[in-house]
């Protein structure tokens, strides 16, 4: 497998740099040196008090390395992460031989442990970041409301409309609004009785400061699920769910990120639900008599 070149290996590039660096920069320097893997999912928030730095100094140390900022140095320690882990995988392969059909089946079944394991720990991790008083108040925000905008980017998106239909079961007050134009433009026209419910895993995206920003001129309310509470995005929300589950800069969406933003979902859904049992149970029963004629 050929290597990448020189100047574009991003561990050399901090050995070479590394006396250049400041004092604060050689702090991150070391830290990033010491945890390639952890710093991956980390956030530019928890990377710099892990390093006692500010977060201007981890913006500049990932100038200096020739970046135009954290994703992108993340997303360059991914990728020479990863060619280190399948230059050592490729040398392991070449040593085995052919596997039997019994061997094949085992395979698939360790291969289904590890990714059940993993959506375990996503729901363990979401657990342990629960708070009742923000699910409460999370909740009276969305039954309060005239209307929620579920909105999101990329694979977030796809959340916000897992959100929407959900919760549209229950009540017609919930829309997914797609498309980042469609929702600048109703972010500009939303009330103070309105809420704006975003979904980022990272809350670090242009997209969702620049709209919760609409919202909060606007006198609307905003809940963000995400998996970082000290991020940019969750500085403008009034309330702030943490998901659990890591994801890497080369994951683009993992499906253990997603059940653990359901898992939340549907908490929030529960609670609405048991906020008014009776009018729950009538809509519920009215959409599924309406959706009987659809079924064979």
Do not use: W
């Given at each position: 497998?050929a290597?990448t070149?020189?100047?574009?290996?991003?561990?050399?590039?901090?050995?070479?740099?590394?006396?250049?660096?400041?004092?604060?920069e050689?702090?991150?320097?070391?830290y990033?040196l010491?945890?390639?893997?952890?710093?991956?999912?980390?956030?530019?928030?928890?990377?710099?008090?892990?390093?006692?730095?500010?977060?201007?100094?981890?913006?500049r140390?990932?100038?200096?390395?020739k970046?135009?900022?954290?994703?992108?140095?993340?997303?360059?320690l991914?990728?020479?992460?990863?060619?280190?882990?399948?230059?050592?995988?490729?040398?392991?392969?070449?040593?085995?031989?052919?596997?039997?059909?019994?061997?094949?089946?085992?395979a698939?079944?360790?291969?289904?442990?590890?990714?059940?394991?993993e959506?375990?720990?996503?729901?363990?991790?979401?657990?342990a970041?629960?708070?009742?008083?923000?699910?409460?108040?999370?909740?009276?925000?969305l039954?309060?409301?005239?209307?929620?905008?579920?909105m999101?980017?990329?694979?977030s998106m796809?959340?916000?409309?897992?959100?929407?239909?959900?919760?549209?079961?229950?009540?017609?007050?919930?829309?997914?609004?797609?498309?980042?134009h469609?929702?600048?433009?109703?972010?500009?026209?939303?009330?103070?009785?309105?809420?704006?419910f975003?979904f980022?895993?990272?809350?670090?995206t242009?997209?969702?400061?620049?709209?919760?920003?609409?919202?909060?001129?606007?006198?609307?309310k905003s809940?963000l699920?995400?998996?970082?509470?000290?991020?940019?995005?969750?500085?403008?929300a009034?309330?702030v769910?943490?998901?659990?589950?890591?994801?890497?800069?080369?994951?683009?969406?993992?499906?253990?990120?997603?059940v653990?933003?359901?898992?939340?979902?549907?908490?929030?859904y529960?609670?609405?639900?048991?906020r008014?049992p009776?009018?729950a149970?009538?809509?519920?029963?009215?959409?599924?008599?309406?959706?009987?004629?659809?079924h064979i």
């Amino acid at each position: 497998m050929a290597g990448t070149p020189l100047e574009e290996n991003i561990i050399v590039k901090l050995n070479n740099s590394y006396y250049h660096l400041t004092a604060s920069e050689k702090k991150v320097a070391d830290y990033v040196l010491s945890h390639k893997r952890e710093v991956q999912f980390m956030s530019i928030s928890e990377l710099a008090d892990e390093c006692g730095v500010a977060e201007a100094t981890i913006s500049r140390f990932c100038r200096r390395q020739k970046l135009h900022g954290y994703n992108a140095f993340k997303l360059a320690l991914a990728m020479e992460t990863a060619r280190e882990e399948a230059g050592v995988a490729a040398s392991a392969e070449s040593e085995v031989t052919a596997l039997s059909e019994e061997e094949e089946a085992d395979a698939v079944i360790e291969m289904s442990r590890r990714q059940y394991a993993e959506y375990k720990a996503a729901l363990s991790q979401t657990m342990a970041q629960i708070r009742p008083e923000r699910i409460r108040e999370a909740v009276d925000l969305l039954a309060g409301a005239d209307k929620v905008f579920c909105m999101g980017q990329g694979g977030s998106m796809i959340m916000a409309q897992e959100a929407a239909h959900l919760f549209s079961t229950v009540s017609l007050r919930f829309f997914n609004v797609p498309d980042s134009h469609l929702q600048a433009s109703a972010a500009s026209l939303l009330t103070p009785r309105d809420v704006l419910f975003f979904f980022s895993y990272s809350g670090s995206t242009k997209d969702i400061v620049d709209i919760m920003a609409l919202a909060r001129e606007r006198g609307a309310k905003s809940i963000l699920i995400t998996r970082f509470a000290k991020s940019p995005g969750a500085a403008c929300a009034d309330v702030v769910l943490q998901c659990g589950s890591n994801e890497g800069p080369l994951q683009l969406g993992t499906v253990a990120a997603r059940v653990a933003q359901l898992f939340l979902v549907d908490i929030l859904y529960q609670e609405m639900c048991l906020r008014n049992p009776e009018e729950a149970r009538i809509n519920r029963e009215r959409i599924a008599g309406a959706l009987a004629d659809k079924h064979i």
